[in-house]
């Protein structure tokens, strides 16, 4: 019986040896750093990953990330150096490097976060107001997101921790704002256009009136030199007639009348009210009635075998149009 409860005891007390063996050792991870606290005081801060030891039922491990954490602010609005109100978004990188610094300043993760974005946001607008519009959008960002960083770490020194990267994640003007902008650059570029289109409309009437004078003064030319050939080739035609009448006045008068026949009687319903003795019927007679010479009336091929054969046949078209400034001359 009494073996049986020194047996029983002695298990107990190994099984609570065990455990106390157990509760006094802790494994760091390699992400982590702890810190171990006794009585709610830190006692001991251990960084590097591996089995540590801590007194069982006395001592507690607070466990601490070791790794890069991110802090996001919400967008706030800030005034730039140039009075343009900007809405900026940034978000900022850090690491715990003192644990114990960080515990006694914040006490948690939570609580550090917090606390940073005020600090963040304080910063942001400390650096970016002295900025320019253009400096945060074109010109100096990097520059501006450098300051941002060294100002912030100054003051998250104070919690154990570093500051590793600030970066603004979009800066940009208020909705109203941007809203007036857009539509200041539409007018602007609406005004561009009509001076652009104004002054090719310029261009075009210009290049028009242009060409229509050119038009004119090409159509004046062309119409002084055909007058030119034509009033030569009147000159010529009435030279060659001159010429033709002067060799043979009779057969010249044969031929005209020749002429005027063929125009007066084209069509078949010509009527001609006129004397038969009239001089237009002159070669309408035989040889002996008339005062024509035979020889003219039967062949004139003979007759005009002395003309020159520019004088003798001139073009029909040439014909008709002396019939309108030389009358027809008749024996």
Partial sequence: MKKSLFGGA????????LLLAYSSFFIVNVTQQALVLRFGEPVNVITSPGLSF???????????????LSLSAPAQEII????????VDAFARYKIVDPLRFFQAAGSEINANQRLETVLNSATRRVLGEA???????DDRQALMTGIT??????????????????????????????????????????????????????????????DRDGIVIRAEA??????????GDAKRNEIFASAFGRDPEFFSFYRSMQAYERSLDSGST?????????????FGSPGDSNVPAASLVSPAADAATVDEEAVAPSEDAAAADTTTEPATTN
């Fill in 10 to 17: 002695g298990l107990v007390i190994i099984g609570l040896l």
């Fill in 54 to 68: 801590k007194v069982p039922l006395i001592d507690n491990v607070e466990y601490i990330d070791k790794r890069i």
């Fill in 80 to 87: 730039a150096s140039d009075q343009k109100r900007i809405v």
């Fill in 132 to 138: 320019s519009f253009e400096e945060l959008v074109r």
């Fill in 150 to 211: 060294a100002s912030l770490n100054r003051e998250a020194s104070d919690f154990g921790v570093r500051v590793v990267d600030v970066r603004i994640r979009r800066a940009d003007l208020p909705e109203a704002n941007s809203q007036a902008v857009y539509q200041r650059m539409q007018t602007e570029r609406e005004r561009e256009a009509t001076d652009i289109r104004a002054r090719g409309e310029e261009a075009g009437r210009r290049i028009r009136s242009r060409a």
């Fill in 223 to 232: 119409e002084r030199d055909s007058q030119r050939i034509r009033g030569e």
């Fill in 271 to 283: 009527q001609l009210v006129i004397s038969p003795n009239s001089e237009f019927f002159e070669y």
